[in-house]
């Protein structure tokens, strides 16, 4: 199947870190990915990791990948009400590189 | 410099009516594609094209026709159009060798009334 499933939504305080999760069921994914999408604009790549990778940081983004358990998250620390958005977890599907999105978590900031 | 940019932005326009969406992209990709995302957000793939060439074509009703004239531009004509066609539609490329990268569009929103 081409489920990618996440929680709808997280709410959390400004300086706080958050951690939005995603479940796949391809195995056979050779990347994996996090886009973000602000309110009435377009997807923005955040980072992405390999499939032969269990972690990967980028300044405030820390992706952890476990494979076994077809798990990926997002940790952002140090939230900023700048990251409010929607965030996507993608895996690329076989030979067409197609993107099967996840169903996306809404990412709330309080100040 | 934009990137991948689609025209229009917004799309209003009555159910039977004929539309096409154009999109463009200026980063010598070889893969372009077109996404739909529904008001409850989900996104998903409709069509991809690899050097002018159809490879992916989703369920999607035949109504829609993407046609692409060049590897540069990918557009969606859609016919007869239904209030379910009511979507922000996105276009993307990526260089297909690479394979890691997707640029996306601003989007169309498309409205049927």
């Known amino acids: 199947g081409e489920d990618v499933e996440q929680s709808l939504f997280l709410s959390v305080r400004e300086g706080d870190s958050s951690v939005i999760n995603c479940t796949y069921t391809d195995s056979s994914s050779t990347y994996l990915y996090w886009y973000k999408q602000e309110p009435g604009a377009g997807l923005q790549l955040l980072t992405y990791?390999?499939?032969?990778?269990d972690m990967k940081q980028d300044q405030r983004l820390t992706v952890l990948l476990n494979k076994k358990d077809k798990h990926l998250s997002l940790r952002i620390a140090d939230t900023q009400t700048g990251d409010s958005a929607i965030y996507f977890c993608?895996?690329?599907?076989?030979?067409?590189?197609?993107?099967?999105f996840g169903t996306g978590t809404l990412l709330a900031v309080q100040p | 410099d934009t990137a991948v940019s689609q025209t229009p932005k917004y799309l209003v326009t009555q159910m039977g009516n004929d539309k096409s969406i154009k999109c463009e992209q200026n980063?010598?990709?070889?893969?372009m594609y077109w996404y739909k995302q529904d008001s409850k957000k989900f996104l998903k793939i409709m069509f991809s094209?690899?050097?002018?060439?159809?490879?992916i074509n989703e369920t999607v009703p035949n109504r829609f026709s993407p046609k692409s004239p060049d590897k540069a531009h990918l557009n969606l004509h859609i016919n007869s159009l239904e209030l379910g066609d009511s979507a922000v539609y996105f276009c993307?490329?990526?260089?297909?060798?690479?394979?890691?990268?997707?640029?996306f569009g601003q989007g169309t929103r498309l409205t049927v009334v």
């Open positions: 094209y690899n050097n002018k060439e159809l490879i």
């Open positions: 990791i390999f499939s032969n990778m």
């Open positions: 993608a895996e690329k599907g076989g030979a067409t590189n197609k993107l099967i």
């Open positions: 980063l010598g990709h070889d893969t």
């Open positions: 993307a490329s990526s260089q297909k060798s690479q394979g890691v990268e997707a640029f």
